[in-house]
């Protein structure tokens, strides 16, 4: 079954930090852009970060300089390295892959779309 698979997440202080890995599983991530996605609860889901086949990165505003992307297209893996984190970062994130990813959200609009990992921040 061709389909991304997410790990880590988990709870941290405010200030702390963590690593979501993205790992494909029957298809191959090298002709795509990758990137991550999140929603609170109450909250629209938004774009987080993207980087493109050809290594373009795309971050938005609340996450500029403090989280960042990257891929390892050998390990069909892509990797959110997150630190500072605050509270207002505790959410569901999820990692897609697409020809073109946007700032819409969710599974029916992307080729792949991962099951969501938890992340938590404690004031």
Not at 21 to 45: H, L, M, N, T
Not at 71 to 86: P, S
Request: proline share 2%.
């Amino acid at each position: 079954e061709e389909q991304l698979v997410e790990s880590g997440g988990g709870s941290v202080q405010t200030g702390g930090s963590l690593s979501l890995s993205c790992r494909s599983s029957g298809f191959s991530i090298v002709d795509f852009e990758v990137g991550w996605y999140r929603q609170a609860p109450g909250s629209k889901c938004e774009l987080l970060t993207t980087i493109t086949d050809d290594y373009k990165t795309y971050y938005h505003d609340s996450v500029k300089g403090r989280f960042t992307i990257s891929r390892d297209n050998a390990k069909n893996t892509f990797v959110l390295q997150m630190r500072n984190l605050k509270p207002e970062d505790t959410a569901v994130y999820y990692c897609a892959a697409d020809n073109f990813l946007d700032h819409g959200c969710g599974k029916s609009l992307y080729l792949y779309w991962a099951q969501g990992t938890q992340v938590t921040v404690s004031p």
